[in-house]
């Protein structure tokens, strides 16, 4: 085994470690301040406040699948076939998720 390839996995883990810490830094920093900007109504059920949530969260996801999930070195059909059906699930599931969020607490 070859040392400067050790050294890559763990200089890649590292990269993605930081990557998260600042995206959870970011999405903590949010839920604690509670900018008045972002907690305005759009699209007729939610806030701009639970989109950025919803797109850093899946941001998270994504890097969390592909380093430790070891998909970034996988063939594209292989990761296409992960990615496709939540790619289609997530998005149907938020919407429902908001959608009846906001009818039974009437926000």
Not at 4 to 25: E, K
Not at 65 to 90: D, N, Q, W
Not at 92 to 101: H, K
């Given at each position: 085994?070859?040392?400067n390839h050790a050294h890559g996995g763990v200089r890649r883990l590292i990269?993605?470690?930081?990557?998260?810490?600042?995206v959870t830094a970011v999405e903590v920093g949010l839920?604690?301040?509670k900018?008045?900007?972002l907690m305005g109504e759009v699209f007729g059920f939610t806030s701009w406040l639970n989109i950025i949530f919803i797109v850093l969260t899946l941001f998270?996801?994504?890097?969390?699948?592909?380093a430790f999930m070891h998909l970034e070195g996988?063939?594209?059909s292989l990761r296409l076939t992960i990615y496709?059906?939540?790619?289609?699930?997530?998005?149907?599931?938020?919407?429902?998720?908001?959608?009846?969020g906001?009818?039974?607490y009437g926000a």
């Amino acid at each position: 085994m070859s040392d400067n390839h050790a050294h890559g996995g763990v200089r890649r883990l590292i990269i993605v470690f930081f990557i998260l810490l600042v995206v959870t830094a970011v999405e903590v920093g949010l839920g604690i301040v509670k900018p008045a900007f972002l907690m305005g109504e759009v699209f007729g059920f939610t806030s701009w406040l639970n989109i950025i949530f919803i797109v850093l969260t899946l941001f998270k996801a994504y890097f969390i699948v592909e380093a430790f999930m070891h998909l970034e070195g996988e063939k594209k059909s292989l990761r296409l076939t992960i990615y496709l059906p939540i790619l289609i699930l997530i998005p149907y599931l938020t919407f429902i998720l908001l959608t009846e969020g906001s009818y039974l607490y009437g926000a």
